[in-house]
């Protein structure tokens, strides 16, 4: 019998296995509890060999960057460094928590998770943010090992991480924190971090799979004791040796036991990561990097090599200080046109076009510095809400300080995705913000993940919307 039938399309068969790929990949993140309502792709977001090697190699300059501004941070209340440092960085802050930080038993500790913010734009990569109490540890190791494990894969791209990068990372910063052997694990959400109690009950689970003693739990669930914290287990209870703190320390006050957790981590009877430190999750630092009077501070403690290459990728910043300058003085850098500044007021005459290079955040210990929340892009407001803006920060200066950043626009991607409400495969032009994962073990930094999140070209700002896409990143 003769066979009239054409022969297979490829055109015709790749939606198809897009389509299954999606399905299946929704699913698995729908079973692990971690996805929301964003857009599922077929694919991991594919880059070249050299991008990501970049990318690999800026885990060690941002640890260095934090090594160096912690250390920039007690020269300057020990009147080494000039006294300006500090108080910019203990601004708005309660002394209670300053004198926390400034103990001698603290002075050595860094963040065990280093996540910047990067877009892609036509000159090349630009970390616009720093974090080192990360969301989306679970939803990206969800994803990798989703897409790890997805049927119909084709070609030899390679997974940043594999699927257990983000899980064998966490765990491995983790242990490394403490002397102990197998120790309790209690990784504690705050209610106002409730969004991402089921990511992180998922990394849990993933790791008590593996036979760790790890646990999800809120603060109030922690038992305290002269001799530690404890959590319970079943009928008993056992003691914390590693509390890692999923909550941010501007809602210390709202978080039940804090005083005891801080009591705990200076008895040494718990390691506690990230560290309370405060004036290491401040935006401002990008500030105090490009400032001039500290280049050559900088440069001899990372090094020129590593200088260099965060002076390209950390966006020129200012704090918004209301302090007056004399007459002859300028803002280090700050140009509106053609024009040096020399206060703010000039800032707040800008054209439309003139304020497009610029954005305003929170530094940080504010609700408004985390989820883009207090971020406004120039060229979003019209000319008198820019005013505005800047005359309320400067009013907020000595409760929270705000910076000023060079904006740099992403330069366009592709990628497709799968309609929520018609389930065809399509394909957005949009921006794209990828966050790596580096986990830091004893002096190791490793990249463990990459999460892509791509938002249509109308969006001025990159986070995970309903319009956007998330996915993990693979070389091609």
Same mark, same amino acid.
């Given at each position: 019998? &003769?066979?009239?039938?054409?022969?297979?399309?490829?055109?015709?068969?790749?939606? &198809?296995?897009?389509?299954? /790929?999606?399905?299946?990949?929704?699913?698995?993140?729908?079973?692990?509890?971690?996805?929301?309502?964003?857009? %599922?792709?077929?694919?991991?977001? $594919?880059?070249?060999?050299?991008?990501?090697?970049?990318?690999?190699?800026?885990?060690?300059?941002?640890?260095?960057?934090?090594?160096?501004?912690?250390?920039?941070?007690?020269?300057?209340?020990?009147? /080494?460094?000039?006294?300006?440092?500090?108080?910019?960085?203990?601004?708005?802050?309660?002394?209670?928590?300053?004198?926390?930080?400034?103990?001698?038993?603290?002075?050595? $500790?860094?963040?065990?998770?280093? /996540?910047?913010?990067?877009?892609? !734009?036509?000159?090349?990569?630009?970390?616009?943010?720093?974090?080192?109490?990360?969301?989306?540890?679970?939803? +990206?190791?969800?994803?990798?090992?989703?897409?790890?494990?997805?049927?119909?894969?084709?070609?030899?791209?390679?997974?940043?991480?594999?699927?257990?990068?983000?899980?064998?990372?966490?765990?491995?910063?983790? !242990?490394?924190?403490?002397?102990?052997?197998?120790?309790?694990?209690? %990784?504690?959400?705050?209610?106002?971090?409730?969004?991402? /109690?089921?990511?992180?009950?998922?990394?849990?689970?993933?790791?008590?799979? +593996?036979?760790?003693?790890?646990?999800?739990?809120? =603060?109030?669930?922690?038992?305290?004791?002269?001799?530690?914290?404890?959590?319970?287990?079943?009928?008993?209870?056992?003691?914390?040796?590693?509390?890692?703190?999923?909550?941010?320390?501007?809602?210390?006050?709202?978080?039940?036991?804090?005083?005891?957790?801080?009591?705990?981590?200076?008895?040494?009877?718990?390691?506690?990561?990230?560290?309370?430190?405060?004036?290491?999750?401040?935006?401002?630092?990008?500030?105090?990097?490009?400032?001039?009077?500290?280049?050559?501070?900088?440069?001899?403690?990372?090094?020129?090599?590593?200088?260099?290459?965060?002076?390209? %990728?950390?966006?020129?910043?200012?704090?918004?200080?209301?302090?007056?300058?004399?007459?002859?003085?300028?803002?280090?850098?700050?140009?509106?046109?053609?024009?040096?500044?020399?206060?703010?007021?000039?800032?707040?005459?800008? &054209?439309?076009?003139?304020?497009?290079?610029?954005?305003?955040? =929170?530094?940080?210990?504010?609700?408004?510095?985390?989820?883009?929340?207090?971020?406004?892009?120039?060229?979003?407001?019209?000319?008198?809400?820019?005013?505005?803006?800047?005359?309320?920060?400067?009013?907020?200066?000595?409760?929270?300080?705000?910076?000023?950043?060079?904006?740099?626009?992403?330069?366009?991607?592709?990628?497709?995705?799968?309609?929520?409400? &018609?389930?065809?495969?399509?394909?957005?032009?949009?921006?794209?913000?990828?966050?790596?994962?580096?986990?830091?073990?004893?002096?190791?930094?490793?990249?463990?993940?990459?999460?892509?999140?791509?938002?249509?070209?109308?969006?001025?700002?990159?986070?995970?919307?309903?319009?956007?896409?998330?996915?993990?990143?693979?070389?091609?």
């Amino acid at each position: 019998m &003769t066979n009239n039938n054409p022969p297979p399309n490829d055109n015709m068969i790749r939606p &198809t296995k897009d389509k299954e /790929r999606c399905r299946y990949i929704k699913d698995r993140l729908i079973k692990d509890g971690v996805y929301i309502n964003w857009n %599922i792709s077929p694919e991991p977001f $594919l880059m070249d060999k050299k991008e990501l090697a970049f990318i690999e190699s800026l885990g060690s300059c941002f640890y260095l960057f934090y090594g160096a501004s912690n250390k920039l941070y007690y020269e300057s209340i020990q009147g /080494r460094q000039p006294g300006w440092i500090a108080e910019y960085l203990d601004q708005g802050k309660p002394q209670s928590l300053i004198d926390y930080a400034r103990m001698n038993r603290m002075k050595d $500790l860094l963040p065990g998770i280093i /996540r910047p913010d990067i877009i892609l !734009t036509k000159d090349g990569m630009v970390a616009t943010e720093l974090d080192s109490v990360p969301g989306g540890l679970g939803i +990206t190791g969800s994803l990798s090992r989703a897409y790890s494990s997805t049927p119909l894969m084709e070609g030899d791209n390679k997974l940043v991480g594999k699927g257990e990068g983000m899980i064998e990372g966490f765990l491995n910063m983790l !242990t490394s924190s403490t002397q102990r052997p197998d120790p309790v694990i209690a %990784i504690v959400v705050s209610e106002e971090s409730r969004d991402y /109690r089921s990511e992180m009950a998922w990394l849990a689970g993933t790791l008590r799979e +593996t036979g760790v003693n790890v646990s999800t739990i809120k =603060p109030e669930d922690i038992i305290f004791t002269e001799e530690g914290l404890y959590l319970k287990s079943g009928e008993s209870r056992c003691k914390i040796d590693v509390l890692y703190r999923f909550f941010e320390l501007f809602d210390l006050k709202n978080i039940p036991k804090a005083e005891l957790i801080m009591y705990s981590a200076k008895k040494d009877q718990v390691s506690v990561t990230p560290p309370l430190k405060p004036f290491l999750e401040e935006k401002m630092l990008y500030a105090l990097f490009h400032h001039p009077v500290l280049r050559e501070y900088l440069m001899t403690a990372l090094g020129e090599k590593v200088f260099s290459v965060l002076h390209k %990728i950390l966006p020129l910043t200012w704090i918004l200080d209301p302090a007056e300058l004399p007459p002859y003085g300028i803002i280090p850098g700050l140009k509106v046109g053609n024009q040096p500044v020399a206060c703010w007021a000039e800032l707040k005459q800008a &054209t439309q076009s003139e304020r497009k290079g610029f954005v305003i955040k =929170p530094s940080g210990f504010s609700e408004l510095a985390w989820g883009s929340r207090g971020v406004v892009v120039g060229h979003d407001v019209s000319k008198k809400e820019w005013g505005g803006v800047i005359d309320r920060t400067l009013e907020d200066f000595y409760r929270t300080p705000h910076i000023l950043q060079k904006y740099h626009k992403g330069r366009h991607v592709e990628v497709n995705y799968i309609d929520r409400s &018609t389930g065809d495969i399509r394909t957005m032009k949009g921006r794209v913000r990828l966050c790596p994962y580096y986990f830091v073990s004893g002096e190791d930094v490793k990249l463990a993940g990459i999460l892509a999140t791509i938002c249509p070209l109308d969006k001025k700002l990159i986070h995970g919307m309903t319009d956007s896409v998330m996915t993990v990143v693979a070389s091609s």
